[in-house]
């Protein structure tokens, strides 16, 4: 079946990074898109960015321009996003989400990984 | 601070209908773009439950319904049952950003 399954939790200091990845399968990985999502505690949804795993072409969010990186590694089916210069407020639960193909519109997350809890503290 | 708007929390005794609506403006919603819905239960991802303003995924149940018109859209859940005590997210693209945008959330509670 289709499935997304993210790596595991992380506990960082401010000012370091963190590469989180999001390994696919049941699907031709190639064929979608996939875009990360993020949630502080007690918070909502927030956009980070969307990568192209055919091309590799990315567009991040404002907010994180200069501070992510999404990557892919085709032989592997995974995507990986890299968040530099952690602060606190980078403390969250990171998704990765496919991106539905042919909806007939702007297409959603149609299935999303359990979630990466990233956790910045000193 | 998220460019759509959703109402905090809506409540309501089973079996009622409840809506929540997604206010956005000119550079999102009222620029034509697509709306979609999530449903996140408590420790969960986000769960796909109407896309492209209307449209419901193989499923979910046809007591959620969607709706779109001018910068705004609404949620609509008919029949309220316990399970559907959730958090509910729009999204959208937002042109001024150049990528997507999640409303700001709202709680269900099954009274």
């Known amino acids: 079946q289709v499935q997304l399954v993210q790596s595991g939790a992380e506990v960082k200091k401010p000012g370091a990074s963190v590469k989180v990845s999001c390994k696919a399968s049941?699907?031709?990985?190639?064929?979608?898109?996939m875009h990360w999502v993020r949630q502080a505690p007690g918070q909502g949804l927030e956009w980070m960015g969307i990568?192209?795993?055919?091309?590799?072409?990315?567009n991040y969010a404002q907010k994180f321009q200069g501070r992510v990186t999404m990557t892919r590694d085709t032989s592997t089916s995974t995507v990986y996003m890299e968040l530099s210069s952690l602060r606190s407020e980078d403390t969250a639960v990171y998704y990765c989400?496919?991106?539905?193909?042919?909806?007939?519109?702007?297409?959603?997350?149609?299935?999303w990984g359990q979630g990466t809890t990233v956790t910045v503290s000193s | 601070q998220s460019v759509l708007t959703q109402p905090p929390s809506v409540s309501g005794a089973p079996g009622q209908r409840v809506t929540i609506s997604c206010t956005g403006s000119?550079?999102?919603?009222?620029?034509?773009?697509?709306v979609h819905w999530y449903q996140q239960l408590p420790g969960t991802a986000p769960n796909l439950l109407i896309y492209?303003?209307?449209n419901r995924p193989s499923g979910v149940p046809d007591r959620f319904s969607g709706s779109k018109s001018g910068t705004s859209a609404s949620l609509a859940i008919t029949g309220l049952q316990a399970e559907d005590e959730a958090d509910y997210y729009c999204?959208?693209?937002?042109?001024?950003?150049?990528?997507?945008?999640f409303g700001t959330g709202t709680k269900v509670t099954v009274l």
């Open positions: 990568i192209s795993p055919s091309g590799g072409t990315t």
């Open positions: 492209v303003n209307t």
């Open positions: 989400a496919r991106e539905m193909a042919h909806c007939g519109g702007d297409c959603p997350g149609d299935v």
């Open positions: 049941g699907y031709s990985f190639t064929s979608y898109y």
């Open positions: 999204q959208s693209y937002d042109s001024s950003l150049s990528g997507y945008v």
């Open positions: 000119s550079s999102n919603i009222g620029a034509g773009y697509d």
